[in-house]
């Protein structure tokens, strides 16, 4: 395959991960504005407190959709792990969201109902930036390509009939 060809075909991965990390998250911004609008309209909490309760409600939802949609076919292996470092993430995400709120809310005064959604999704827009970075780099990591060869020859294999499968003759090894 040329270089040209090679780029194309990292660039169309990528863009399909962007489309589906966007997906998710669509779905987890509609969470996360709900989550704080009920919180906000139904409770005595603090805008940033509603902001901080719904955002990590949308965290938990996002979590199960990048892990079993988005990102399904990257390792699987150490889930502890993915599961720490994804919430360690998360949460600064949610530091650089809340930040955005606090500043506008706090900072400058804007504290109306539509002032605080738009800092809100304001502040959902720049952490996004940095989870997508943070979670294809060190949560949802990538096989290694002989390990995910393997895996795909596993798989094929079990899709075989079991008299198209070839199995080693133990006398003749």
Known sequence: MSE????RTRLELL???VAKFGAV???GLLVNIAVFNLLRHT???QVVRASVIATFVAILFNYVGFRYWTYRD???TGRTRELALFLLFSAAGAVIETGVLYLATYGFGWNTPVQSNVFKIVGIGVATLFR???YRTWVFKTLPAKEAVLNAERF?????PAEERVTPDPVRN
């Open 4 to 7: 040209r060809g090679a780029l």
């Open 15 to 17: 863009a399909r991960e």
């Open 25 to 27: 998250g669509a779905f």
């Open 43 to 45: 409770t005595d909490l």
């Open 74 to 76: 990257r390792d699987k």
């Open 132 to 134: 997508f970075w943070s």
């Open 156 to 160: 094929l294999e079990q899709r075989r």
